[in-house]
């Protein structure tokens, strides 16, 4: 995978994981278009499309769309099905997701895609473990954050 | 002074609060000063807190560049949370373009040698966003020891470190090869997958690796099939289907390891049968790896039966309701048409229907694909097809559906009347989205097409009589009017009902093409023409033509005007030889860039017509010969055709620089022939402005010690290309290095199948006559695609 994005049907992004070295610039560039292309698209349509050398994946839920940059080798198919495993873990994490929980918590919605996917591959396969693995670190935090707290003023 | 900063939600709701732009830039201002001034001072306790609140601005597309040091200094923090945020933060902000993304290498090597699991994932999940290749190499060597690290969750995150420190830096594969063969045996499901990516890797990288991990292939087939066999597992099964991931992964593996390997295929076709008629394909899970299993079966050496079975699938996905289905099912096989067009021509109904797709995107595919299954038995079925959909099609693919339709008919057409019925409909029907030289192309085919004269010019004169807007159909039927009116007036004709058409009218209705604002400058002068030809081909007076002809005399359009002003005085004072420059034209030969016939036509016809067609190819019989060998009995060597360029001929000699081909994407050179010294290579050309058009110089070097005399090249190719033999540079090679012969080759390949090319070469060499005859190979496909 080269990039995902996710953004409301106003455009405005949410989230965005890059794979590949691109400037800002670019990447502003990516965005605006891209978002653009999906947006014109109707209802009824397929979930893939071809744009520049990239085949992009996207699909919505709700009030938001997840749009996935794959090469020419990848299976269309499967990335639907990542997609999904996302969606399916930030509703697991946040109980019934919506896209203001995507707002509020965005680090957690970075933090709970970087234990799904690495490098662009996806690393585990299994729900449990990647909730297990977002549980314990953020114990850690809470952790920490009481100790802050309790500590000598 | 201590003002407690903002919390990040709370920033978040203050921005959203904003109700216009300029307030919500205001906010995020006044809130980034706040950020910097917290950055100067360097308060650790809420650095994080703050860059946090920079990360979210940074997403609506605010400057966040004064955050990168911070991000630094918290990853070099104890501080698990630090370091959450400012890894995150390293991976948003900073990236290989910019000289600080290198000073988080040192902390990143430590937090992989020193830190928890956590905080080990967090330093490999960021260098395998953002690590650069610098980085990769210097650490290349702690994440080779982190694949040995007990904890799993590490380790599956190591293996997908080391691929990406492979795809930046290719040499790091000698370090990453020999854990491959352990790493194998793991059970955890994240760890092998990761591995089987990385055996990709390492095999699309280097031909050594790929030989090399073959030898696993029955370890895959063991794997996959222990995935296909274990029940339901609540941990990794999707729609009840075993880790997709993982299935659609090594069956990608397998396709690389057995491509072009007989053996490796052989150890998977049971395997692969398995998948293919055991997966549940209810939901999209079991469709993913039914997809990739297909490309798989398609991809390597499998028995035939299985690629029979795989494009059925195929087909079995064209008629699955879900429209993602359709599309890759469209999608691949459009790139199976060439290779297993039997077996995809079974499915043309299914993909027929989908030319009715509301989406574009299908709609197209299926308009491709039908177009590459069109062939000589069901050519007038698929026409008919593909003329309906040109009907309602979406204006996008006007274009395309018309010249296939027109290309498909220049293969296949069964009757020349048929062909000619066929361009008329599509003219009729998407006039304006054809090409150029379908206009051409027409006249061409009526013009040769004696017995349908009569028929042409009144199916067209009817069609101009109805619609005089679209162009293409305007200007043939100017055309055919003006050189068959005599035939248009003469009223029988036993193929469509008699048509009593008035002389008055036909002028009439010439005179109104010129006169029609639609009419474009080039139709007016096939229009002014053509009424100029009817002089002498009808009975009335010339009275009314006369005016016409003088009246543009004065025309602002200086082509026109030409015209006219000729025409004008052809009539005053070269009446005599009117008759014989009206006459009606000899056949144009095809071939080469089509130019405007029209205006050079009348006037060269005088001087041309008494000229004989002269062969400019004296081998003509010996190359029939073989294009026999090529292709068995050609229909082209028995039709009349002179090889010589006829008038309009002439002047695409004229026009075209034959020795310097302009320039065009590098195609590489191919060598040949070799033989004692004497060697023939190959260069190609592909003009960007004429893609049907392949240029071909024949070079032959001698680097022996004898000349090489009497050197003759022949070529021949299939028959739907067309080939022109320009003449070579001489007969000699001379020995020693001496100066190449070089010859031009001029291909024409407008459909773009697949080149073959046969030469023959004779020649005398050291007192010896050669003969040899040889098919080229390994032709680059550039050359024809």
Known sequence: MQFMLLFSRQGKLRLQKWYVPLSDKEKKKITRELVQTVLARKPKMCSFLEWRDLKIVYKRYASLYFCCAIEDQDNELITLEIIHRYVELLDKYFGSVCELDIIFNFEKAYFILDEFLLGGEVQETSKKNVLKAIEQADLLQEVLRRQKVAGPF | ???????????????????????????????????????????????????????????????????????????????????????????????????????????????????????????????????????????????????????????????????????????????????????????????????????????????????????????????????????????????????????????????????????????????????????????????????????????????????????NILGRFLLNSDKNIRYVALTSLLRLVQSDHSAVQRHRPTVVECLQEPDTSLSRRALELSLALVNSSNVRAMTQELQGFLQSCPTDLRADCASG?????????????????????????????????????????????????????????????????????????????????????????????????????????????????MSLPATRGYALTALMKLSTRLRGDNNRIRQVVSIYGSCLDVELQQRAVEYDTLFRKYDHMRAAILEKMPLVERGGPQVDEEAKESKEEARLLEAAPVPTEPQASKLLDLL?????????????????????????????????????????????????????????????????????????????????????????????FQLQLQAPSGDTVPAQGGLPMTQLLRILNPNKAPLRLKLRLTYTHFGQSVQEIFEVNNLPVETWQ
């Open chain 2, 1 to 311: 002074m201590l003002v407690p900063s903002l919390k990040v939600q709370d920033l978040i709701e203050e921005i959203r609060g904003a109700k216009t732009q300029a307030q919500e830039r205001e906010v995020i201002q006044k809130e980034c000063a706040h950020i910097r001034a917290s950055f100067r001072d360097g308060d650790p306790l809420h650095r994080h807190r703050q860059l946090a609140k920079l990360l979210y601005v940074h997403m609506l597309g605010y400057p966040a560049h004064f955050g990168q040091m911070e991000c630094l200094k918290l990853i070099a923090s104890p501080r698990f949370t630090d370091k959450r945020v400012g890894y995150l933060g390293a991976m948003l902000l900073l990236d290989e373009r910019q000289d600080a993304h290198l000073l988080i290498t040192n902390s990143i090597k430590n937090d992989l040698s020193q830190g928890t699991q956590a905080v080990q994932g967090l330093a490999l999940c960021t260098l395998s966003t953002m690590g650069s290749a610098e980085m990769c190499r210097d650490l290349a060597t702690e994440v080779e020891k982190l694949l040995l690290q007990p904890s799993p969750y590490v380790r599956k995150k190591a293996v997908l470190t080391a691929v990406h420190m492979i795809r930046k830096v290719p040499e790091l594969s000698t370090i990453f090869l020999p854990p491959c063969a352990q790493l194998l045996h793991e059970r955890h499901h994240g760890i092998l997958l990761g591995t089987i990516t990385l055996i990709m890797e390492l095999c699309e990288r280097s031909p050594a690796a790929l030989k090399h991990f073959r030898k696993v292939v029955p370890q895959l087939v063991q794997i996959l099939r222990t995935l296909l066999t274990t029940g339901y597992s609540t941990e990794h099964s999707i729609s009840g289907v075993s880790d997709p991931f993982l299935q659609v992964q090594i069956l990608r593996l397998l396709r690389i390891l057995g491509r072009n390997h007989e053996e490796s295929s052989e150890t998977m076709n049971d395997l692969l049968a398995q998948v293919a008629t055991n997966t549940d394909t209810s939901r999209n899970a079991g469709n993913a790896v039914l997809f990739e299993t297909v490309l798989t079966i398609l991809d390597i050496r499998s028995a035939a039966g299985l690629r029979v079975l795989a494009v």
């Open chain 2, 405 to 517: 339709i027109l290309l498909a008919a220049e293969r296949y057409a069964p009757t020349k009347r048929w062909h000619i019925d066929t361009i008329l409909r599509v003219l009729t029907t998407a006039g304006a989205h054809v090409r150029d030289d379908a206009v051409a192309n027409l006249t061409q085919l009526i013009g040769g097409a004696q017995e349908l004269h009569a028929y042409s010019v009144r199916r067209l004169y009817c069609a101009l009589a109805e619609d005089i807007s679209q162009q293409p159909l305007v200007q043939v039927a100017a055309w055919c009017i003006g050189e068959y009116g005599d035939l248009l007036l003469e009223g029988s004709c036993e193929e469509i009902e008699p048509l009593q058409v008035e002389e008055e009218e036909v002028l009439a209705l010439l005179e109104r093409v010129l006169q029609s604002h």
């Open chain 2, 628 to 720: 026999d060998l090529l292709d068995g009995p050609s229909e082209d060597a028995q039709h009349p055709r002179p090889l010589d360029p006829s008038p309009g001929g002439a002047l695409v000699h004229l026009l075209d620089l034959p020795c310097a081909p302009p320039p065009a994407a590098p195609i590489p050179n191919l060598k040949v022939f070799e033989r004692e010294g004497l060697q023939l290579s190959l260069s190609f050309v592909r003009p960007p402005e004429t893609p049907a058009l392949l240029l071909i110089t024949v070079t032959a070097t001698n680097t022996s010690g004898g000349d090489v005399t009497h050197f003759i090249c022949q070529a021949a190719v299939p028959k739907s």
